[in-house]
């Protein structure tokens, strides 16, 4: 049975996801356009591996973060 602090949680975990995305879809678009100008290589793939990896964990710290306040917000607030 959900709570309202588990609600809550999942709530703040849904907006950081979305802005993230948001941000991520302007990233790939600036990608995309200096891809145009350079040559696929293995020093391409690895670097793509490293932000993959990085943005992984910004996301895990960041819904983990962002639930974590929505839900200290609403305790503190009642």
């Given at each position: 049975?959900?709570?309202?602090n588990s609600?809550l949680?999942?709530?703040?975990?849904?907006?950081?996801l979305v802005?993230f995305?948001?941000?991520?879809?302007a990233?790939m678009?600036?990608?995309?356009k200096g891809?145009?100008?350079?040559?696929?290589?293995?020093?391409?793939?690895?670097?793509?591996f490293?932000v993959?990896?990085?943005?992984?964990?910004?996301c895990?710290?960041?819904?983990?973060?962002?639930?974590i306040?929505f839900?200290?917000?609403?305790n503190?607030?009642h």
């Amino acid at each position: 049975m959900l709570t309202s602090n588990s609600l809550l949680f999942a709530f703040g975990a849904i907006t950081f996801l979305v802005a993230f995305s948001w941000f991520k879809l302007a990233a790939m678009e600036v990608f995309k356009k200096g891809l145009k100008t350079i040559e696929i290589s293995n020093e391409v793939w690895s670097k793509l591996f490293k932000v993959f990896f990085v943005d992984l964990l910004i996301c895990i710290i960041g819904v983990l973060g962002t639930g974590i306040l929505f839900v200290t917000v609403f305790n503190l607030a009642h």
